[in-house]
């Protein structure tokens, strides 16, 4: 224990009142004289100690008094990690293993009444807290002492189709730690799935002093089969047929013949009957598969399913899609500028985009909805009506590119772009740019924009974390403007060979392709998600619109707060989920952590090696957050004083009546 | 100041001189008498009686001499030659005061009062200081110089020792011969049967006994609140009391006073007890009264 102001400890010397008062009572009753004590009967011993023990009392009550006082006033505190490694009581951490592999046959079953078990035996004077893990870690509960507490928390928890990790579990466990250096008693409650350890051992280290006890609940014997990966191309364009890789893998498994069949838009597209070799992988192809516009759920499937049956599913997503318009808004004069990116983006992205150039005027009458995204070339005033839409057409959702120019240059400012544009003016050593941390926008072009010679742009300020190309001189190339929930992307040198000579660069087509794949968020490709990823609804959904995120059961995923506000959702289940937002929808499918589908257990030297790791002295932990672990004591000792004046008070009542 | 307020003891105990007390006391006790209806006292001719040998030739009759030729002393109303013998108790006990008077200066005033108002009547008055024997001896005696020195052994008494009347009186009552009044001023600390058997020699001889039972107020009624540790003067001894036993020490102290009243009836002796809070005519009255009787 320590003192905030320990100086009010000098009044500690206050104790020398009760006991030179006190002592002078006894002198006094002690020296009194009397002329004969004959006919005064000899007090019966008993009396005579009480009284002096009464008196002890009395003057100990006083004393104690007087210290608490000093104390309390001295501001008294405590290390909690040390007061409480003092202490013989042990937190009992009981860590629940929530993933997918744990819906293997009876072995969440088990799991639960392990756990039941577990917390049912623990002693009355220690203290418990229940974790849950896969995905992530998630704390049910501060630590108690009411062990039968949690009994209701466990009941609740379900598997999920995520995967667990023994790193970040020893992670939450080292947090959990830090602020407290009570001795730590880790029950694993799990599979104890191989693969749920992570890459580096180190990640597994427990804190010094904590003991791990394992509680294996997996079945003896884990034969699985899955679906590991289906590869082929998920977006199609125009009117090929689709073709899918299908790779089936058992674990433990002896060799057998699965019947796999794939099924889009709930109608039958393929079924093979494959060998599998004993714990190995097959691969079936599906060739010819007619998928229609839009975008299709496809399931494959493989029978008969086993005691894991949901990796024995695979969901992904077809989608076939027209060329995707684009509106190139342009004056007349820079119809060359038009020409170059027409090309680039019909040679690299053929088929993908469809490119309308108008003027602004021209633009101002034509439904926007329609196109994927817009490109307004050098346009430094539009019409204030296609200003109003296109702002309209961005806030909502859409993408735009803005090139500044000439004309921009002139008037200083460009649309929607914050702050003043201002003309570097021509260089007769021309710059070249970098793109240390491209984006997807410039994804096949980082490197090669170093070959492009800039010998004039536009200065702008802006912000480092939205710069994705710099020239030579730190002036933002390419950078990103936020602007409602849409994609606004600026350019500060135009491409028409008169400021730069990038449109008769390399790096110009993939940047032209990979930018407008961006702005028409034709980037995300429909790629299968995996359970216990997080979603990101994207940036600027914080401006207001709302987005409803539907989960394959049919129920929204985000609570009405978060719809309006929520920048992610965790994807918990694995089906498809639907993402609406206004005027846009689109749809992700997700599958179980196919890590999850190795059930094969951990060897007996890992467990040994792992629960050694918390073997060490615990002294180092103690001191992990000094200011943290500092706890005030003075309510404690402030309760003491009261109920030392209420003793002190009842007791010199009696004994004056007495 | 009045005669009364005189004989307050605590007032006599501001005067240096015990004779001047005992003066204070007795004249002013007689101013009082002369107001009181109750006792007779004057100096009065009674008889004549034959002069023996020892007697003051002061008190004898001249002209009765001359007119008989024979010696005769003149006898005064109550002179009865009565000898007063004073026990005076100076054991450690008698030391103890709880206000401005203690048991032995109030026992010093009442016996120095007792031995003026002897001396003036013409009585030989002795004195027997003792503790737990027997100190001082002054025989009766009305030679001249006698009051002063029964004074100074009064005033040399210290309390020191222990008590032990019986054993004490055991040794006056072989000392005293000449049969008279007998007053024991003590506090008499001792058990009733043990006074008992200490006054029996003296009453078989004929003398006229008078306890004077000296007490302070708090003995009488020992005001303790609370526990105090009590420490006996005589023996030393400490013993822890509380306000539960001052009831049975008030009922054991009535006892023992009770004791000594009805042993000294039956010994046909004067029983008085004195707080020393109160004033000493109470206890002069006594004496005169029981002189009167013996006379």
Known sequence: MSFLYPWFLLGLAALALPLWLHRLERQSAERRPWSSLTFFREAPQESVRRRRYRYFVLLACRLLLLALLAVLFARPFVDAGSALAGSAATRHLVAIDTSHSMAHGETWARAQRAAEAVLAGLRGGDRSQVLAFGPGVRVLGGPTSDHGSWRGAVEALAVTGARASYGELSEAVRTLAADDAAPLHLHLVSDLQRSAVPARFADLALPAGTELEVHDVGAPSRPNWCLESVKGRLRLHGDGPAELHVTLAGFDTAAAVRHVELRVGGRVAGAADVNVPAAGRAVVRFGEIAVPRGYSRAEIRMTPADDLPADDVFFVGLERTDSAPVLFVRTPADARAELYYRTALLSSAAGMFELQAVTPEAAQTLALERFAFVVLYDIARPPALLESRLRGFVEGGRAALVVAGPQVARQKSAPWVTGSMVDSGPRERPLHASAPSAGPMMAGAGERVADVRFHRYLRAEVPDDLVHVRLADGAPLLYEQPLGAGRLLVLTSPFDTRWNDWPLQVSFVPFAAASARWLARLDAAPVPLTVGEVLDLGAGHDRGSSVEVIDPDGRRALGLAESVSGRRVTLARAGFYEIRRPGLTTQAAVNPDVRESDLRPLEAETIARWQATGHAAPAARANADPERSKRDISPRVLWWLVAVVLVESTLANRYRRG | ?295
């Open chain 2, 1 to 295: 100041m009045s005669g009364t307020r005189l004989l307050d003891a605590s007032v006599l105990a501001q005067i240096s001189s015990l004779d001047l007390v005992a003066k204070t006391v007795v004249e002013g006790f007689l101013t009082g008498l002369h107001r009181s209806p109750a006792f007779g006292f004057s100096q009065e001719f009674a008889e004549y009686r034959p002069y023996t040998p020892g007697d003051d030739p002061r008190f004898v009759d001249w002209n009765v001499y001359a007119r008989t030729d024979r010696v005769y002393l003149k006898q005064y109303q109550g002179e009865t030659n009565a000898a007063l013998l004073l026990l005076f108790d100076a054991s450690a006990s008698m030391g103890y005061g709880s206000g401005p008077v203690t048991k032995m200066e109030y026992a010093r005033f009442l016996a120095a009062s007792l031995a003026y108002l002897a001396v003036h009547q013409r009585d030989p008055a002795g004195l027997v200081v003792f503790d737990e024997e027997v100190r001082v001896f002054v025989p009766p005696s009305l030679r001249h110089g006698q009051l002063p020195t029964l004074l100074a052994a009064l005033e040399h008494a210290q309390p020191s020792r222990r008590t032990d009347v019986e054993r004490a009186l055991n040794g006056a009552a072989r000392l005293v011969r000449r049969r008279g009044l007998v007053a024991v001023v003590s506090d008499f600390y001792d058990p009733p049967e043990h006074i008992l058997r200490a006054l029996a020699p003296l009453t078989g001889r004929g003398h006229d006994l008078v306890l004077f039972h000296v007490l302070d107020p708090a003995e009488l009624d020992p005001g303790l609140r609370e526990p105090v540790r009590l420490e006996d003067m005589e023996t030393g001894r400490h013993l822890e009391v509380g306000p539960r036993q001052v009831a049975e020490y008030r009922a054991r102290l009535r006892d023992h006073i009770d004791a000594l009243r009805r042993a000294a009836g039956d010994r046909r002796a004067d029983y008085q007890l004195l707080d020393t809070s109160k004033p000493l005519d109470a206890a002069l009255r006594e004496y005169l009264r029981r002189r009167e009787r013996t006379g």
